[in-house]
């Protein structure tokens, strides 16, 4: 268990979230995901092909497709995870694979060859955070800038215990590149 925790560490209440996978060590600098749909090779000066990022998805993932570890709970029964209570304290909740679709592997190419990637978003472990979630879209601060979608997505769970996310781009250019999102698990 860390030291610094919270409001007393760096990062302070706010998960970080990492996108998977990540950029090859060449690219390691951007945060832009580049990749030609029609290849899966890479030929030097021009844009790379799909397998690296094929490749680097399948690594993320093989640790979840072993058996899970025995202080892993199963969460969808409404098991307790409460990190304060002291016998749930190393505990947290298993994840399955089939929750994410076709980005389960069961496309081999997570989408890449179509276009539609699937990126994977991971969500860092706070120690001691207890998440205040937000029970409809009106409750989200004017100064955090919510898309109407994320606001309609909100209001629409029937489980809002959850963190929300929205993807859209910083740029004009940069939406007009990402087409339209799907979240999955919804």
Not at 32 to 59: A, C, H, L, Q
Not at 85 to 111: I, V, W
Not at 115 to 131: A, D, F, Q, T
């Amino acid at each position: 268990e860390p030291r610094w925790q919270q409001e007393q560490s760096r990062i302070g209440r706010s998960p970080a979230l990492g996108v998977r996978p990540g950029q090859s060590w060449d690219y390691i600098d951007s945060s832009m995901i580049i990749f030609n749909k029609e290849t899966d090779k890479d030929v030097k000066y021009k844009v790379p092909g799909y397998t690296g990022w094929v490749s680097r998805t399948n690594k993320f993932l093989e640790e979840y497709k072993k058996s899970s570890p025995p202080n892993a709970v199963d969460c969808n029964d409404g098991a307790n995870t409460d990190p304060q209570t002291e016998d749930q304290h190393n505990k947290f909740c298993k994840f399955s694979l089939s929750n994410l679709g076709a980005c389960s592997g069961s496309d081999a190419n997570y989408g890449y060859d179509q276009g539609e990637p699937c990126i994977l978003l991971k969500l860092n472990r706070i120690y001691g955070l207890i998440p205040e979630y937000y029970r409809s879209g009106e409750e989200i601060p004017k100064e955090d800038e919510a898309p109407q979608a994320l606001k309609d997505r909100i209001d629409a769970a029937t489980n809002k215990d959850q963190v929300w996310v929205s993807c859209r781009g910083e740029n004009a250019a940069d939406e007009e590149s990402m087409g339209r999102d799907h979240l999955l698990p919804i």
